[in-house]
């Protein structure tokens, strides 16, 4: 899916096939780098961030700030700099490409929230005190 999109999207400019008008991708680019410092925040605040869905020794729930909103707010940054960056690159072809991305990490939210609930202690309780996995009041 990145490949594709990047790819489209430099075949894009190199050949002139779409232009989106500027305000869209100054707007795109104000949202990268917003998604950008909330991603910094996130990695602040939980030291128990991984790539793999895992359960480390003696984890436990982080519950303040970001996640005391949403339980996903990594994810929630990711979204929103893997849907920008199409934009800011000028390109509506790359991101139909990666209007994917929403669903793969609902797929995974579902399947890591499973195991969350088996192996981290406290997490049910997360779960009913946090209700939104990526947007406030949405999901």
Do not use: C
């Amino acid at each position: 899916m990145f490949s594709t999109g990047f790819i489209l999207a430099g075949l894009g400019h190199r050949f002139n096939w779409y232009e989106l008008p500027s305000g869209i991708v100054i707007g795109a680019s104000i949202v990268f780098l917003l998604a950008y410092l909330l991603y910094a925040e996130v990695l602040k605040e939980n030291a128990y961030l991984s790539r793999t869905i895992e359960v480390q020794n003696n984890q436990k729930v982080v519950d303040t700030g970001l996640y005391g909103i949403i339980r996903h707010p990594m994810y929630t940054s990711t979204l929103l700099l893997i849907l920008s960056t199409p934009l800011v690159l000028g390109s509506i072809y790359s991101f139909l490409i990666f209007l994917a991305y929403p669903f793969i990490i609902a797929k995974r939210i579902k399947n890591e929230e499973k195991f969350l609930e088996k192996e981290l202690e406290g997490y049910l309780e997360y779960k009913q005190k946090v209700k939104y996995r990526l947007i406030p009041f949405i999901w």
